[in-house]
């Protein structure tokens, strides 16, 4: 009895695919995203409820978003791009349009407009920092510390982790010249709007490199997110530098002994690219999911699963409690105005340019 | 006798020359062979030789600065780089012509990437102008030296058009160069400066490294394999598994898990600080430095020293020694001057499998080794993956190519490869 129901069904739905299938859209689509608790939010927030519309689509994942740039120019050169759908930092998003590797957008006619009519352009405002890029979130590198290790007087500003005497102990840094160099910079006295002139000049990198000289034998570099909070929890540093999604979920989920220090934190941004020259069948299917998966309910959904800060304005009212802890997400966002009092905008041509140059000077400073 | 003053070919019974007949015979039976051979013959071609030819390939390859700029790179030919002067108008107009094709096919960026390895900030030169020359007339809109000037003040910086004159050609030694901490000055091949200068330390702590590692394998290994060895088999058969399970286990798994011992606040040092033996706020620094990763590295590698090292001594005759013995010689000279020689070939096949794998080594250092502790493959994987400098990453796994096979050719030179053996 089972059985015959099962094949019926199993009959029905095999006769309906192609009609329930709009007449040019694939039925497959590969995502690529960062893995852990943010594809997580992903696959809640936009994945599953776009599937119970179209039960017969397929999503692969790929956990390759930390290579995208990589593996895109040499699928592309190859010829046999795989992808569908890639999540990518802004900076990447940025060399990929640049290249050509991924298709540029009009925002206005592929994006849902917000609830009030808006024009997605307008709500996503000056996030879509490129053609190709479709915002997602705001996310933010800051610093976590060992509430039990930081005495009565907890850091408040970014320079107490350049000061050794008040707060000994380890730190985490990220082991790359990006942020790094900047905060050095601010703590060694330079103001906000000039770090990026300094910079320029030798005299500056040298000056950077020189004030986290001071702080070298104390430091673990990193370069998976994951680690700082591990490295907090086992109490090997007293703070350290990370993604604020990861720290949340060690402070909130985990209820880890750690707290915030927002003071400079290094905004950046995440979204959608779609790799250029896709086939008809598979841009039609991509773009009807894009479409669905950034308007302004689904973005303040994936903020019930993960702290990062939906891209589209239209999207923060709705931002509400966490899905399973029930305590509310405003106040862990990194765009929330207390936490967003002193914050550093990092600057995506400069480092496109001198990225190389750095890396070299910042790699032989680590190796000397 | 008389068949000796025979001075024609030897005939076959068919009435061909024998030499003729007896190569065409062997000839059958060598194709038959290679048909044997050839799905692998063609896999290992296909999946091995070909992309490390295509790797090494790209390691002098510099097609993109002529294939896209193919008219600038012609009108720059007779540009005297050394006068200090801006090139003129004709080169501009080159230039304005190549941007626009290239900017419609999105190459340009490319092209900038690439000369931004030699000369920083040429990058946004590229793409700044790329944007504007893409809506430029070119009959019309002339001259434009002036314009491109005014996009950005670079383009009259006599450096940027020696760079893009220095690599027009369409192959190149620049990244080798880089690779050696070197650069194309305005007088050849130079030193980088001091603060630059990462791939010697690099290489040269990749060998240190993988030499220690190699050593304490050996060390660690060869009473484990001796012990193995030299057991009744059924005990034996159990040790082997324990040395086999670690083996069987994630590399990652194995990572992770000396990361939990060797941190400051881990097993060890609280093992150390319990026992009274370091106090509490001087504990030992065991990773994130040389020292863990080549611990690490050492247990990882181990099994691969061990196992030839064993399959050779089971094949040493017990009598021997016992001969040794019995002749007179006290323990340690039958070891010494008996046995060890003996093993000396499982010594060598092991050497050579953990110091080859030591040197390309890169997760595990990448995870404890901090940043004293990294090797040159840590760099590979970084330009390969991240800054997708892959002409440099080329360049640096082609040295460590060289180098892997040279150090081969020293060992056979040294030590004889015959003289290894995996059983």
């Not at chain 1, 957008?105 to 000056?126: R, Y």
């Not at chain 2, 920083?120 to 007339?137: E, N, Q, T, Y």
């Not at chain 2, 953990?354 to 994987?381: C, D, H, M, Q, W």
Request: hydrophobic share 45%; charged share 20%.
């Amino acid at each position: 009895m089972k059985l015959t129901k099962l094949t019926a069904l199993a009959a029905t739905t095999a006769l309906c695919a192609p009609m329930a299938m709009a007449a040019d859209m694939a039925n497959e689509m590969t995502i690529v995203s960062w893995g852990g608790a943010y594809q997580e939010s992903q696959l809640k927030a936009y994945v599953v409820p776009y599937q119970e519309m179209h039960p017969d689509l397929k999503v692969i994942w790929d956990e390759s978003s930390a290579e995208a740039t990589a593996k895109m120019r040499a699928m592309t050169e190859a010829g046999n791009v795989t992808w569908d759908l890639v999540d990518v930092v802004a900076s990447d998003a940025m060399r990929m349009c640049d290249e050509g590797l991924a298709a540029e957008l009009d925002h206005d006619e592929v994006l849902a407009a917000a609830p009030d009519g808006t024009p997605a352009s307008e709500d996503f405002g000056e996030l879509i920092v490129s053609d190709c890029f479709v915002p997602q979130i705001v996310y933010s590198t800051t610093f976590g510390y060992r509430m039990d290790k930081v005495g009565d007087t907890p850091p408040s500003s970014i320079c107490d982790i350049f000061d050794t005497a008040k707060y000994p102990g380890k730190r985490a840094l990220q082991k790359r010249p990006i942020d790094n160099v900047e905060w050095a910079l601010y703590c060694d006295g330079v103001a906000k709007d000039e770090i990026y002139d300094v910079l320029s000049t030798d005299e500056g990198v040298e000056r950077a490199l020189a004030k986290l000289d001071s702080i070298k034998d104390q430091v673990v570099w990193w370069t998976a997110g994951a680690e700082t909070p591990q490295l907090l929890a086992d109490g090997e540093v007293v703070m350290g530098s990370t993604f604020n999604g990861r720290l949340f979920s060690a402070i909130a989920e985990q209820n880890q002994p750690i707290d915030m220090l927002w003071d400079m934190q290094s905004f950046d941004l995440d979204g959608w690219i779609v790799p250029a020259d896709l086939p008809e069948d598979r841009k039609a299917r991509v773009m009807d999911f894009l479409k669905f998966a950034t308007d302004t309910q689904r973005l303040a959904d994936q903020a019930k699963f993960i702290s990062y800060g939906p891209a589209r304005a239209s999207s923060a009212p709705l931002v509400g409690k966490h899905a399973i802890l029930g305590i509310d997400m405003a106040p862990h966002m990194p765009t929330d105005p207390a936490n967003a009092g002193n914050v550093h905008v990092y600057d995506y041509e400069w480092w496109a340019d001198n990225r190389d140059d750095l890396d070299a000077k910042f790699q032989a400073w680590l190796a000397k | 006798m008389s068949d000796t003053t025979h001075t024609g070919p030897v005939l076959a019974a068919d009435g061909t020359p024998l030499k003729r007949s007896l190569a065409r015979a062997l000839r059958m039976q060598k194709i038959r062979a290679l048909m044997l051979i050839a799905p692998l013959l063609l896999f290992v071609l296909l999946t091995f030789i070909l992309p490390i030819a295509d790797m090494l390939f790209r390691s002098v390859e510099n097609k993109i600065v002529s294939d896209t700029l193919p008219k600038t790179v012609v009108a720059l030919k007779d540009w005297d780089a050394n006068s200090g002067e801006t090139p003129d108008e004709a080169i501009f107009a080159a230039l304005a012509a190549d941007l626009q094709v290239a900017a419609q096919e999105k190459t340009h960026t490319r092209v900038g990437s690439r000369l931004n390895y030699e000369n920083p900030g040429i990058s946004s030169l590229f793409r700044k102008a790329g944007r504007k020359v893409k809506r430029w007339d070119l009959a019309e809109d002339g001259p434009f030296r002036e314009q491109f000037i005014k996009i950005d003040e670079d383009w009259a910086d006599p450096e940027v058009w020696r760079t893009i004159q220095t690599y027009s050609g369409a192959y190149t030694n620049g990244y080798f160069l880089n690779a050696a901490d070197f650069q194309k000055g305005a007088e050849g091949a130079e030193l980088r400066p001091e603060n630059e200068r990462i791939y010697g330390t690099l290489f040269l702590r990749t060998l240190i490294m993988s030499l220690a590692i190699t050593v304490s394998c050996i060390v660690l290994g060869y009473p484990v394999a001796w012990i193995l060895a030299n057991l009744p088999s059924r005990t034996a058969n159990l040790l082997m598994i324990l040395v086999l399970l670690p083996f069987w286990t994630s590399l990652l798994v194995r990572t992770s898990a000396w990361k939990v011992m060797l941190q400051q606040q881990g097993v060890i040092n609280d093992t150390l600080v319990w026992l009274g033996l370091v106090a509490d706020d001087a504990r030992l620094v065991m990773i994130n430095n040389q020292f863990g990763t080549i611990v690490a590295m050492t247990h990882i590698l181990l099994p691969f020293m061990i196992l030839p090292m064993y399959s050779v001594m089971q094949t040493i005759n017990p009598s021997y020694l016992r001969a040794a013995k019995s002749l007179g010689a006290t323990n340690w000279t039958a070891f010494w001057r008996v046995y060890f020689p003996q093993s000396v070939p499982g010594i060598g096949a092991g050497s050579i499998l953990v110091f080859i794998l030591a040197i390309g080594y890169y997760i595990t250092p990448e995870l404890v080794g901090g940043t004293k502790g990294v090797f040159i493959s840590n760099r590979i994987a970084f330009h390969i993956s991240q800054s997708l400098n892959w002409g440099l990453a080329a360049a640096l796994g082609s040295i460590l190519l060289v180098v892997v096979l040279a150090l081969y050719w020293a060992y056979d030179k040294i030590v004889g490869i015959d003289n290894v053996k995996l059983g």
